[in-house]
């Protein structure tokens, strides 16, 4: 049929167009509804503080650039992240509460932080409890940390079982003495790895000692060689060393090679970075325990700045970052992670 509109056809038209008009300014304001609130979500942010270890901490410095890395996420909706950490170790869980404490000061709405002294520090997350303040146990502490301290979650590796990883990987090399070297005595997660070291050593009928060192000596590279070539001198027998931080790895390959024993002792160790990647590369170290402290950070300050922002939650009650070997036979891949900065 053709011909012009009849007048009741021009009216459903117009009807039609009017209808179709109101239907699109809904859908404008509903955008423009949508845009706004999320705006001001983005405006008022995440505003995330993580504890960590100090400034020239190999180790924590991973971990920083794996919180920083998150934090880009955050800052582009309106959030910050904010990096706590002490100047030394010499007073770890008294100093690291203080952090905490500053940290609710500042008007934190989510922390991340380690459980290194519970004595020292679980006064300290109860404070962030009872303010509501959201928060994540990460590197020390373990899920049982974060379950009876009412953190949302645990991110890290299981200190025992990396302890334990590296005794069993030097019996299975044939160590029949071995010792932990232990320079942040009192500190959790240290004893834990070098409680699991021993462990992995006597079972399978080895020999294992601790030998505690002042906190001075934690990173201190020239007075941890000092005090395992003195200790090798004094016990001839021993042929491992297990290590519970970055720079005492460095230390203690460089004491077996001043007490002469080098190629008789293998060293191991929690962590590494590019220096100690080096030494298993030229044979001189044997293996590292892989925590993945990039991932700590990392996920630590994701979850928070999800739940926060959105109410997301992670159903997962413990994420393990690791422990994992690094030795020979996988060592130029992770040289290639070093080399970005995050391993």
Sequence with gaps: MTGRPTGEMCRKIGLMREETQMK?????????????????????GANIFVIGGKPDDPFWGIVKKGAEDAGKLVAAQGGSVTWLGPQNYDNLGVDAAELIRQAIDQGATAIVAPDWVPDAMDPAFQAVAAAKIPFIVYNAGGLEAADRLGAMNYVGSNDYKGGLGGGEYLAKAG?????????????????????????????????????????????NVTAVAQAIKAYLLEHPDVDS????????????????????MEGKVKVCGINFDAAILDQIDKGTQACAIDQQGYQQGFYAVSILNGYVNYGLTIPTREILTGPGVVDAANIKATLAGASQGTR
């Design 24 to 44: 699109l300014a809904k859908l404008l304001a509903t955008a423009a509804i949508m845009t706004l609130g999320a705006g001001m979500a983005y405006a008022e």
């Design 175 to 219: 160590s029949k003495s071995g010792v932990c070297i232990n320079s942040l005595p009192g500190a959790a997660n240290i004893e834990a790895y070098c409680k699991g070291y021993g462990d992995g050593l006597t079972a399978a009928g080895a020999k294992a000692d601790v030998l505690p060192l002042p906190a001075t000596a934690e990173g």
């Design 241 to 260: 060393v297990f290590t519970t931080a970055n720079l005492d790895a460095v230390g203690a390959v460089q004491g077996i090679a001043q007490a002469g």
